[in-house]
T-cell receptor, first 111, second 114 residues
């Protein structure tokens, strides 16, 4: 089992550019979560899916953020346009009812 | 009042010591309690998972939950330098995170001195 796979590991982009983060959950896990981690705010839930359907996106900070899960093995988190305050580590996690398995995260820097 | 409070540390102890990490919470609906360990530049990994009040032991790790006090603890016996990491508590009303996902503490940075 390769675990939850995220790409890219690091992303440096200029303000105003579009950023797409990718996640492959563990096969058979029916929940997928996107979290953002910063020193100031810790881990914050952005959005989660159940069986590929978005259930709660109330944590998405603004309309600039969007997430999709076109099938059970792939999800994306998109930021358009990106801003410096979006700089953080973004984690994807999947679950089937017994804790979460996190990916290694994408460290996003917006300059 | 934040929903989950956790002292950020750093907490520095000598190798071999018993470590106590704690969280308090305010939401009485929380039923499932977890501890995650996060090494630098890695994702959190599940360490302990408990339901409701009581103790659970796994090797050198013991998790305690006191729902009446809204207080959870993680004890590490015979601490090792490899235990140096950030420890995050997490909790939820639902076993899989469910409707609201997990609510995390900000984490305690633990340093075990050789």
């Amino acid at each position: 089992d390769a675990g939850v796979i995220q790409s890219p590991r690091h992303e440096v982009t200029e303000m105003g550019q579009e950023v797409t983060l990718r996640c492959k959950p563990i096969s058979g896990h029916d929940y997928l979560f996107w979290y953002r981690q910063t020193m100031m705010r810790g881990l914050e839930l952005l959005i989660y899916f159940n069986n590929n359907v978005p259930i709660d996106d109330s944590g998405m900070p603004e309309d600039r953020f969007s997430a999709k899960m076109p099938n059970a093995s792939f999800s994306t988190l998109k930021i358009q346009p990106s801003e410096p305050r979006d700089s953080a580590v973004y984690f994807c996690a999947s679950s089937t009812g017994y804790g979460y398995t996190f990916g290694s995260g994408t460290r996003l820097t917006v300059v | 009042q934040k929903e989950v409070e956790q002292d950020p540390g750093p907490l520095s102890v000598p190798e071999g010591a018993i470590v106590s990490l704690n969280c308090t919470y305010s939401n009485s609906a929380f039923q499932y309690f977890m501890w995650y360990r996060q090494y630098s530049r890695k994702g959190p990994e599940l360490l302990m998972y408990t339901y409701s009040s009581g103790n659970k032991e796994d090797g050198r790790f013991t998790a305690q939950v006191d729902k009446s006090s809204k207080y959870i603890s993680l004890f590490i016996r015979d601490s090792q330098p490899s235990d140096s990491a950030t420890y995050l508590c997490a909790m939820s009303p639902y076993s899989g995170g469910g409707a609201d996902g997990l609510t995390f503490g900000k984490g305690t940075h633990l340093i075990i001195q050789p």
